[in-house]
């Protein structure tokens, strides 16, 4: 098995149900392909660079897989056939990798993943901390003139 990362930006108008097709269909062609998916993260909305079939938004999804070059050979032309598909491109990461290397990538993202969430946590704890200690300022209130 190879190694790819494919990113795949949708037209901005397609509903969630619809890029949750798109992304389960790929899914699918890897997996039965005796792929597997490493990550997969929905980047959401994005100003694109330049107009792509006339659309200035696009909704950008990131997979990063190991899979057979047939695999990608297939979910491409799928992409080809789809209307919702604006634009995608893949990339081979790594000529051969193994399953436990793949394995080891997934629990260093999950770790990754865990410990990014733990820190953001900590950091609102932190936020909501300080906001308590700093008492309320009141604002002096402006003198009325009766100048008019």
């Given at each position: 098995m190879r190694r790819y990362e494919t990113i795949?930006?949708?037209r901005p108008n397609v509903g969630e149900e619809e890029i949750n097709k798109v992304i389960e269909s790929t899914s699918q062609i890897i997996l039965d392909e005796k792929g597997s998916i490493i990550d997969l993260n929905k980047w959401g909305m994005k100003k694109l660079a330049y107009l792509?079939?006339?659309?200035?938004?696009?909704?950008?999804i990131y997979c990063d897989f190991a899979g057979t070059p047939a695999a990608v050979a297939e979910f491409e032309?799928?992409?080809r056939i789809d209307d919702?598909?604006?634009?995608?491109m893949t990339i081979k990461t790594a000529a051969s990798i193994s399953e436990e290397e793949i394995q080891q990538?997934?629990?260093?993202?999950?770790?990754k993943k865990t410990a990014e969430?733990?820190?953001a946590a900590a950091a609102e704890k932190?936020?909501?901390e300080q906001t308590e200690e700093k008492p309320a300022e009141k604002k002096?209130?402006?003198?009325?003139?009766?100048?008019?």
């Amino acid at each position: 098995m190879r190694r790819y990362e494919t990113i795949f930006i949708l037209r901005p108008n397609v509903g969630e149900e619809e890029i949750n097709k798109v992304i389960e269909s790929t899914s699918q062609i890897i997996l039965d392909e005796k792929g597997s998916i490493i990550d997969l993260n929905k980047w959401g909305m994005k100003k694109l660079a330049y107009l792509i079939k006339k659309e200035s938004l696009g909704y950008y999804i990131y997979c990063d897989f190991a899979g057979t070059p047939a695999a990608v050979a297939e979910f491409e032309r799928k992409f080809r056939i789809d209307d919702s598909v604006m634009k995608y491109m893949t990339i081979k990461t790594a000529a051969s990798i193994s399953e436990e290397e793949i394995q080891q990538i997934k629990d260093d993202l999950s770790a990754k993943k865990t410990a990014e969430i733990e820190q953001a946590a900590a950091a609102e704890k932190e936020a909501e901390e300080q906001t308590e200690e700093k008492p309320a300022e009141k604002k002096p209130e402006e003198k009325k003139t009766a100048d008019n």
